[in-house]
């Protein structure tokens, strides 16, 4: 890596996670926090806009609550991370505000992203923060999330917030190095990966498990987050956060830890809309025709080349198409409810007045309201 691609870039989103924020799960570093906070100031001082995605609300509950480990239980996790929250709040509001920058706290949800009015609500709110100088800090609100509206980890989540407001950059700060061509920790053969394309699939293979009992992910949610932020064109830099000044060097073009480069044009901003659905309202099976069209010759999906349609969902909701071979190759919003779908899968559109008592329309889910999760141009036409 010659430069790093933080040095041109006008809007970051920083993320940094539980080890670092709570000192490998000792209690919150308010030391670390206070680093950190000056270090985004310097970066907001220089007129870049940044925001904040932080983990260790969890963790610090947790503490807090003198439980040896992290639970497992819905209810105590939620318990653990309004306890946290507090504590979290508290400290990056005194350490921002002895820099003379302001904070706001964001809590979301997976539905707060998958709803179409709340994902551009919630992008206005971010854009208007960083418009007046705020420094948005956003965690998952983990006192609400099931597991059906939950993101599942702050590496994704920083993903999806570099997506809603189409930052240049996503910086995870971390407590290893980079990336690895194995795990450091167990082969010493492994070799330091300084710079890569988004999305390659041998950076997964690379990727290990979670390295601590308090955090969530590992190296292998960053590798997949570099993957979805570059739907934005954004470039993803993965760091030690104990590095010293490890965000201002960054901006100032310091190749530091690795850089995982978008090297596709951005998306549409609907196309991305719909691909940072992590879950799909249901399924539907395709024949092979059906799926080498989509592929191969951006069609539309109409409901003749179903096989099969799985889950309950409603017209408008997202539903996810499976090749043959069960591979989600596309996703999109769907014109029929799933019983009117089960009804007419395989059926050609003149006869859909006979079986449901009205004629709707020809395609499944449109070609515009779709996203390719694989195939020829791996997006929306």
Same mark, same amino acid.
């Not at 503490?63 to 991370?81: D, M, N, T, V």
């Not at 290893?176 to 710079?195: M, W």
């Not at 190749?255 to 399924?283: N, S």
């Given at each position: ?6 040095k %041109? ?5 920083v ?5 670092l924020?709570?000192?490998?799960g $000792?209690?919150l570093? +308010?030391?670390? !926090?206070e ?9 907001? +001082? ?10 260790g ?7 807090r ?10 209810c ?11 504590g ?11 820099h003379g ?14 709803? +179409?009015?709340?994902?551009?609500n ?7 923060? #960083?418009r ?12 609400v999330?099931?597991d059906?509206? /939950?993101v =599942? ?5 920083? &993903?999806?917030?570099t ?11 971390t407590?290893q190095?980079?990336l690895y061509?194995?795990?450091?920790? *167990?082969?010493p ?12 699939p041998a950076l997964? /293979?690379m990727a290990?498990g979670?390295a601590?009992?308090?955090s *969530?992910?590992?190296m292998?949610t960053? !590798?997949?987050a570099?993957?979805r932020?570059?739907?934005? =064109?954004?470039?993803?830099v !993965?760091?030690?956060? $104990? ?21 596709h044009a951005?998306w ?8 940072? %659905?992590? $879950?799909?309202?249901? #399924? ?5 025709g059906? &799926?080498k069209?989509l592929?191969e010759? *951006?069609?539309s999906l ?14 408008g909701?997202?539903?996810?198409c499976? &090749? ?15 019983? %009117?779908?089960?009804?007419?899968a395989g059926k ?8 449901l008592?009205? @004629?709707g329309?020809e395609?499944a889910?449109? $070609?515009?309201n ?5 195939g *020829?141009?791996?997006?929306? @036409?």
């Amino acid at each position: 890596m010659e430069q790093s691609a933080l040095k %041109q870039a006008r809007r970051v989103v920083v993320k940094v996670g539980s080890a670092l924020l709570t000192n490998d799960g $000792r209690g919150l570093d +308010r030391q670390m !926090i206070e680093n950190l906070a000056a270090q985004i100031c310097t970066l907001v +001082r220089d007129g870049k806009e940044v925001v904040f995605v932080s983990s260790g609300a969890i963790a610090e509950g947790v503490l807090r609550l003198g439980w040896s480990k992290r639970p497992e239980r819905i209810c105590e996790l939620q318990a653990a991370a309004a306890v946290g929250q507090m504590g979290l709040v508290q400290a990056y509001e005194t350490a921002f505000s002895a820099h003379g920058v302001k904070t706001a706290q964001i809590l979301l949800t997976h539905a707060d992203l998958s709803n +179409r009015e709340r994902y551009l609500n919630a992008r206005e709110a971010l854009l208007e923060l #960083l418009r007046l100088g705020v420094v948005p800090i956003i965690n998952e609100n983990d006192t609400v999330v099931t597991d059906e509206i /939950k993101v =599942g980890d702050n590496d994704t989540l920083g &993903a999806l917030v570099t997506n809603l407001i189409e930052a240049d950059v996503l910086v995870i700060l971390t407590d290893q190095r980079g990336l690895y061509t194995a795990d450091p920790r *167990k082969d010493p053969l492994a070799q330091f990966v300084s710079e890569a394309s988004a999305g390659d699939p041998a950076l997964e /293979k690379m990727a290990g498990g979670a390295a601590s009992s308090l955090s *969530k992910g590992g190296m292998i949610t960053k !590798i997949l987050a570099a993957k979805r932020a570059a739907r934005s =064109g954004s470039s993803t830099v !993965i760091a030690c956060g $104990r590095e010293e000044n490890v965000l201002p060097r960054l901006a100032q073009g310091e190749a530091i830890g690795t850089q995982l480069t978008a090297v596709h044009a951005p998306w549409h901003a609907r196309a991305k809309w719909l691909a940072d %659905q992590l $879950r799909a309202q249901g #399924l539907v099976v395709l024949d092979a025709g059906a &799926a080498k069209a989509l592929m191969e010759k *951006k069609t539309s999906l109409l409901p003749v080349g179903i096989k099969a349609v799985q889950g309950d969902f409603v017209r408008g909701d997202v539903v996810g198409c499976l &090749a043959p071979d069960g591979t989600e190759i596309a996703r999109g919003l769907v014109n029929y409810d799933s019983s %009117q779908l089960r009804l007419i899968a395989g059926k050609h559109c003149e006869e859909f007045a006979a079986i449901l008592g009205f @004629s709707g329309p020809e395609e499944a889910v449109h $070609r515009d309201n779709m996203v390719m999760i694989v195939g *020829k141009d791996n997006q929306a @036409s």
